[in-house]
């Protein structure tokens, strides 16, 4: 099948791979021409494990990229995939996704024969038939139901397992109300569906796009579920890891995202509990739970540095924060925990040095001032103490670098270090 995808973010250019790799012939529409050029050439544009060896294989042959919406018209089904950011106040921004819209329906004027839209990107429910359906026909001058078709189809792709994710989904879920948008989709998954057998979803287009906000929300208030029944533990002595051992072994509940401690971050769960909490709001319904999730999670960096404050006034002090992307696997800083950690250790005076093996030069955007290592252990050597905001292997694996500290004060948020002779530990809730 021949496929059109706008927008080459993580998303899109998972997808694009990942559908030439089915065998599809797919074209990658970007404004940025680096972006394009880099996967013409064969080259991922995004630190993502598994792109490179798709996009080496497919770029420039069974996928290509281009700035030129025209080369839709080859296509027979378009995914947007684009990025719907948050405004100020939490609520969803489709200028991006919408601007888009609008530039496909330009250039579905000069299309013979049926074409189907799919929504990829998370958008509030109603967004593809009241917002961006509207858009597409009046710039198609297309009938909505006659040779134009919109359907949604969400994605559940976590970063740094984007294709792996994406190759073996648990489930996939088609938004569709025309039998033409229902069975083009069905064709675009059927290899993968052939290979590894999904549950598949078919339903309608806002269920498809709440199911995105349900699946995102309630895994995000999963953990601060976690964490919030971990913060008790922690004031009885309890460790919240061998009561979620135990817990997760109960089917209902399930063992995954139940590892409590700082939190989440990233550009998903905070962007997508924060717009659904808005929509909610418009709708004149109050988000409780979301709320306390969100509120739960502002909580656990705040916790940290309170366990640190028992310890060691830092005032002065050479504090050690090792990690600084939101999880491993990622450059990615996006909301990550570690931003009101420094934050927290700015305002008390202490001389933050910090290490990641990745995400260094883009924290040094947002903090330029503080220091930064170039190893977990020129991190530590003299410092008075070592917060550990994401769970890297090569962290995870840190022993006797600590015995460099002036002080070996360890709050650990992620539940990575073994607590050993020679260093003073506490874990956020363990
Ligand atoms: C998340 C969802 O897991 C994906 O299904 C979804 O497609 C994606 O958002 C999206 O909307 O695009 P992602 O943000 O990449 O994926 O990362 P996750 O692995 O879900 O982790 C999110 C945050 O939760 C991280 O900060 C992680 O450290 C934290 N977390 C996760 C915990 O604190 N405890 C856990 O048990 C699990």
Redesign the pocket.
Known sequence: MRISIIGSGY?GTTIAACFADMGHEVVNVDIDEEIVAAINSGKSPIHEPGLDDLIATHGGDMLTATTDYDDVLDTEITFLALPTPSREDGSIDTSIIEAAAESLGGTLQDKDGDHVVVTKS?VIPTTTTETLAPIIEAASGKTLGDNLHVAMNP??????TAVEDFLDPDKVVFGAESDTALDTLHGVFEPLIEQTDPAIVDTGIEEAEMIKYA??GF?AAK?SLINDIGNICKEYGVDAYEVADAIGLDNRISAR???S?????????PK?TAAIKSAAREQGYEPRMLDAATEINDRQPVRLLSLLDNHVDVAGERVAVLGLS??PGTDDIRNSRAIPVIEGLNKRGATVVAYDPVATENMRERFPDIKYADSPKAALDDASAALVITDWPEIADLDDEFDTMSTPVVIDGRHAIDRRDGIVYEGLTW
Do not use: A, H, M, Q
Request: aromatic share 18%; net charge neutral.
């Open positions: 998303v998370t994605e559940f792709l976590r970063e740094g699946n995102n895994l953990v995202f139940l590892r401690g700082l939190g989440w971050g990233g550009s998903c769960f997508d939101f999880k």
